[in-house]
């Protein structure tokens, strides 16, 4: 649907860019004022440079990392205007949304595998609950590992991490104001300094009013952080992190297929499906610390103790459309009653479970260092590490309220439930305890071997919604992995790896026979061969082919009661090339490029719909080109364009159903210059230019599918000031 914007938009920001046209304007590339980050322009000038990653392989550059990461550096955030985790997913061709609604946490899958929310979202490298809305105003950068990360990670998703980089303490000071074509309200400082010549802190601060584009979804966010650095000693050094955010939105329920078969007609963006007015926000606080403390024993050896602490607590609250088991369309049982019926009749559910809260925390020992044995080099790392995440639940209300359609002008009102939550009781206790080893081993110049692993211990106690001990499973793994790297050139690097994980089985859905049932856990095995090259002028290519298989996991029908049982039978395969561009292909022009190809099938399930054919929600061709240029006959002006396309999508596990394939356009404009010796830099992002549709999202949430449009035109406006 074409939506207008209100003029107001534009004009105010002309009426106030005008009269400071006159200032001398300030490029891009001109030295910059110290009360700014000089240090992200070297980052996006030169992401070759010595960057420690979140990997499996240890720390080292990205040329000489024998895994495939992206690293999205402070610049790309602001110029691209990025605030959400699904945002995100948009700058990577190997990333796509898995179960993202709009006013919710929102997951993504790498390589086709949905991230574990326990283990796959990192700050500084350490677990955070991944339940949250994760900010972005405190982050220097973020690393994107796809694939396995068994010996980083232990048990977790074999399709990789996404690790959030805190800022660290600097020189710095900048407000931030931010509106956009719905009326949101936003804005944001940035202060730090270094107080002492030992000690320095960093404080980001944000508050957002969302005008969502669906109606009745507007939405509120505060956000808090500090960061410390404390040289203590001519040796050691400590790194401190904390944030907390809170946040209240109604979450939008996805579409489901019609009938089990067909694809929702003429939905409109804005419409909130199963709107009732007694309807609650979503509330998430989130609470993160992180600690890391470093000590230099000499020059080739290093210890690193670091600890984390995070915590987020969810009052879920949701008029929730979900299937056709009271409709009409649907009572004579021809239609699955887990879809929208096929005349678009849904059922609304009132979902209530407040105080759902997540922890996780850790605690991690490493000693890094080099020796020689003979002719041999060898950088070897040596660690142990803790990690806790507990599941607090109330017994939540989930009653059907009534019926409505997906064409209804408005949404019938509906009595809510009288039901209220129960008390809140454990659901969840898992503990991991492992130790881990990796030696890089240097032949010369042109040669490294890597070779490592990580023994796991996990010990998990389940309990019921009254806290009655249900499972305990305990599982011991070594995970082992190896890698070798041979730099062809000071410019050409190649690399061949092997990797195991292990990853924890699915809950099965409420529809299934053994409804709440925990599969074991699942041993994974990713090969991966790339090639990389970076120039000096800060060109990176990279392409990587790899091969990930894990048992396949889904609900075989059978003759049960229920008509199905969740089961593991069978092999879960994904396939795929990758290929990346980064960096700058002149002075004034910068790009970022990525193309995905993945085959992912399912074979040996003993269900003949469910292969020769890719899976749900894991397109087979991914595409994202961005690119930023500045302009040479107007100095302070930047002008940039993005381009996404994603083929077409799955969504029925018997592949008979496909969301169509897109084209998505995105462009933008960025204008510096100086107000009293200040730098002041304005930035207008247009996302969706074209105001396609598209359906983003075909996953799945409990062994449900759901279908999520992409976002209509959006254009934001922000202004950030240098004090």
Known sequence: MNRCYPPALLTVALCAALPLYAAEPAPDTADRSPTELAAVRVQARQPAADTAQSTSFGAGDWKSTPASVTRLDRTQIERRQLRTLSEIATQDASLGDSYAPVGYYQNIAIRGFALDTATGYRFNGLPIAGEQRLALENVQAVEILKGEAGLAAGVMSPGGIINYVGKRAADVRTVTLGTDAEGSRYAAVDVGQWLTPRFGVRVNAAWEDTASYIDHADGRRNFYSVAAD?????????????NYQTSAQRSASGYQLLGATALPRGVDRSRMLGYQA?????????????????????????????????????????????????????????????YFGPDGAYDIYDYRSPDDTRRNQAARAELRGTLHTGRVEHALTFGAETFRRTVDKRRNVNEYVGTANINDAQVPQFAPSPLQPGASARRLDSRQNAVFALDRMRFGDDWEWLAGGRFVRLDEH???????????????????????????????????SYVRGISLGQEAPFWTSNDG???????SRQVEVGVKFASTDALTLGAALFRTTQPYQYAMPDQSDAGFTFVQAGQQVHTGLELTAQGHLTERLELNASASVLRARAGDTGTAAHE????????????????????????GLGVTGGWRYAGANVATVDGAVRAPAYHVFDVGVRYRHLLRERPVTWNLTVDNVTDRFYWRDTGSSAGDYYLFAGAPRQARLSVTFAL
């Open 230 to 242: 404390w040289l203590i000693g001519e040796r050691g050094k400590l790194e401190v992190d904390a």
């Open 278 to 338: 007694w309807q609650q926000p979503v509330g998430i606080d989130s609470t993160n610390i992180t600690a890391l403390h470093t000590y230099d024993f000499s020059p080739d050896w290093q210890s690193r103790v670091s600890v984390s602490h995070s915590r987020t607590v969810i009052d879920d609250n949701v008029a929730f459309a979900y299937g056709c088991y009271y409709a009409a369309s649907c009572a004579d049982g021809s239609v699955p009653g887990n």
């Open 462 to 496: 389940a309990y019921s919604k009254a806290g009655v001990p249900e499972r305990h499973s305990r599982l011991s793994r070594f995970l082992p992995q190896t890698a070798l790297v041979w730099k062809a050139t000071d410019e050409v690097s190649a690399y061949a």
């Open 517 to 523: 049932t925990f599969l074991a856990p699942m041993l």
């Open 612 to 635: 020769g054919h890719q899976l749900v929600n894991v397109p087979k061709v991914r595409a994202t080109v961005h690119a930023d240029y500045q302009v040479p006959f107007v100095p």
